[in-house]
């Protein structure tokens, strides 16, 4: 079957425009896996103690290189957004006129997740530069 | 005026994947897009498959996804759309043919939290059972659902899982859990704590920005939630 009139053209999945909610929510899983992840690497970097001082001291060294900073520095970030979202979502499902308050709550989140990221993230880069 | 459409064309019995099929609609100056999917269908193309019943935003069939969000066909109007207007089946549903799917399990959420009154077991006695205008107010926002799916089909969590009942499925039970004169609201409840319930809500607020009768769906989401929690109606 193909339509009679008019040309058609391979389909591409589109996006669903949601608004600032549905990004939140993204964010919030994106960055919850992120922790989630340095938690395992975490656990299997300190029970490297367990195979002898020098397996876990190569381990850690690698933190400690200059490649390795930017992605602590997402890790900060990735805390900050889930922590500060979590209470947002913890204030719509609990206070009930959390959901009218949706909005400001969402902006408060942005901006005191920006205003504690930028310093701890200048903090943390200005060494390797 | 002319309105450019790109609508996604599937029929799942001869095709493996969907294409666009893209279209020029005459309407009138106020024409809806539902005025342009008709132009298409009826002198265009007649194999576009499509619902639609009333036309006029009360039956709730024709909920599609135009320029990449949930709205009625036949309350959305061509002259405030970007062209080319793209139109889509609704999500988190299996497509039966072009803008069509398959409603079952939207319909399986919205019957699991029995959705009809449960009388208390007193005898009104022949009379009708009274209730004041406050006791109607408290539920009248979630009276306004028609069945359009169009909130349920913008979840996200619905779109991974359909057995989730859905936000519409909530608005419905809703509407009884605060009625005054109804007495099931235990059963519900229970069925809304589950698993599959009230709690895979994530409060993207997709669904209330998709609702195209204005219920703030999100906001009777979050009533039940904390009804479950505190168990108080």
Redesign the interface.
Known sequence: ????????????K?????????W???LHRGTGLMVLGFLFLHILDTSLIGFGKHHYDTFVNIYKTAWFRPLEVLLIGAVIYHSMNGLR?IL???W?R???Y?RQLSVAVNVVSLVMFVPSAFIMLKPIF | MKVQLKIQRFDPATQDKPVWGNYVAEVEDNGRVLDALHYVKWYLDGTLALRRSCGHGVCGSDAMVINGVNRLACKVLCKTLDQPVTVEPIRGLKVEKDLIVDMEPFFAGYRAVQPWLVPDDTDPGGRERLQSPEERARYDDTTKCILCAACTTSCPIFWGDDTYVGPAAIVNAHRFIFDSRDAGDRERLEILSAREGAFRCRTTFNCTEACPRGIKVTEAIQEVKRTILYRKV
């Not at chain 1, 079957?1 to 591409?12: D, I």
């Not at chain 1, 589109?14 to 549905?22: I, L, V």
Request: glycine residues 18%; aromatic residues 12%; neutral net charge.
């Open positions: 079957m193909s339509p009679a009139a008019g040309k058609t053209e391979p389909y591409h589109t996006r669903y425009k949601g608004g600032g909610g549905m939140s929510w993204i979502v719509v499902d609990f009930d959390g959901v009218r949706e």
